[in-house]
């Protein structure tokens, strides 16, 4: 897959709004070859953070419990993958 060439800095008058712009520029440059790969590889940290706002959801749910155990249980029941057979189904 075929990199694009980078885009040539902003020329702006103004020495305040040029530097802000070349702090962009740079941030951006910084950040291109780590662009490149995930675009290369189809890599994405979209399934961490989901699991990481369930996990949220679930310890707010869990405010009212006596035991963080209990907390535990009720991340690993709806995050872990396991499904035990309920009682009458």
């Known amino acids: ?17 040029r ?6 520029f740079a941030a951006w440059k910084s950040a291109l070859t780590s662009i490149h790969a995930t675009l290369d590889h ?3 940290n979209g399934l961490i953070e989901s699991v990481n706002t369930k996990i949220r959801v679930i310890t707010r749910m869990a405010f009212g419990f006596h ?22 189904r």
């Open 1 to 17: 897959m075929a990199r694009p060439p980078t885009p040539p800095p902003v020329r702006l008058r103004e020495s305040g709004k």
């Open 19 to 24: 530097a802000r712009a070349e702090a962009k």
């Open 42 to 44: 189809g890599l994405s």
């Open 67 to 88: 035991d963080p155990a209990a907390l535990i249980a009720l991340a690993m029941l709806a995050l872990g993958g396991l499904r035990p057979a309920l009682p009458g």
